[in-house]
């Protein structure tokens, strides 16, 4: 079974600064996909970014990247010139590719919160 | 519009009692899901289905049940409520696309407190 780890409960930046959320996940799978999603308070689940594991090329989004290191099972997110608008939770998932492959299982999530 | 929309999105009931909890979506997706978020935990599968005839448990069905009425229609029922159904539920829905991530867009959630 995959599992997905965020070994950091709760972070905190300053705005316009540049943050690092972490992500590691165990699988024995070859072919799969990796997401950040953002939840505000609002409690809305927002797609942040995704990943498939076959491109070895770093997905971006604005600015929001990451950094995926297939060999190490790591999907870290970078956020660049943070915004009041960034606090939020954050949730890695991982999802395995494939017709049958796509139940997303979820780390614990990551607080994020921006300060002024 | 919203795409995905839940109801309710808040609910307070009492142990015991039958809950039906509604998700319908605009955006022509046949697979849809439920999940169950809780601190600590972060969101966990309940069931998925991928067309109106096709229904699955996923991680933690024990205690739920669900019903398709209709492509666009995905129900959560809880049957006989407990304390530690109290969560935060979210229906999702996706459009598998060969080639490409099958990825999934969310409701607003609905927030279940069993007393």
């Known amino acids: 079974a995959q599992t997905v780890t965020q070994s950091q409960p709760e972070m905190s930046v300053q705005e316009a600064e540049t943050v690092t959320l972490s992500c590691t996940y165990d699988?024995?799978?070859?072919?799969?996909?990796l997401f950040w999603y953002k939840q505000p308070p609002s409690r809305q689940m927002i797609l942040v970014i995704r990943?498939?594991?076959?491109?070895?090329q770093n997905a971006t989004e604005n600015r929001f990247s990451v950094n995926f290191q297939k060999a190490a099972k790591s999907f870290s997110l970078k956020i660049s010139d943070s915004q009041l608008g960034d606090t939020a939770m954050y949730f890695c998932?991982?999802?395995?590719?494939?017709?049958?492959?796509?139940?997303?299982?979820f780390g614990a999530g990551t607080i994020l919160r921006v300060k002024s | 519009d919203a795409d995905v929309t839940q109801t309710p999105r808040n609910r307070i009931t009492k142990t015991g009692k039958r809950i039906m909890l509604e998700c319908s979506q605009t955006?022509?997706?046949?697979?849809m899901y439920w999940y169950r978020q809780d601190p600590g935990l972060g969101l966990r599968l309940i069931y998925y289905?991928?067309?109106?005839?096709?229904?699955n448990k996923g991680e933690i069905s024990d205690g739920y049940s669900v019903s398709r009425q209709a492509q666009a229609k995905f129900s959560l029922s809880l049957e006989s409520a407990i304390p530690n159904q109290t969560a935060l539920y979210f229906c999702?829905?996706?459009?598998?696309?060969?080639?490409?991530?099958?990825?999934?867009?969310f409701g607003p959630g609905t927030r279940l407190t069993v007393l």
């Open positions: 999702a829905t996706s459009d598998y696309d060969r080639g490409q991530s099958d990825t999934q867009y």
């Open positions: 955006k022509g997706h046949d697979r």
């Open positions: 699988t024995s799978e070859s072919n799969y996909y």
């Open positions: 289905s991928f067309d109106v005839k096709d229904i």
């Open positions: 998932a991982f999802m395995k590719s494939g017709e049958y492959g796509n139940k997303l299982v």
């Open positions: 990943q498939e594991a076959y491109k070895q």
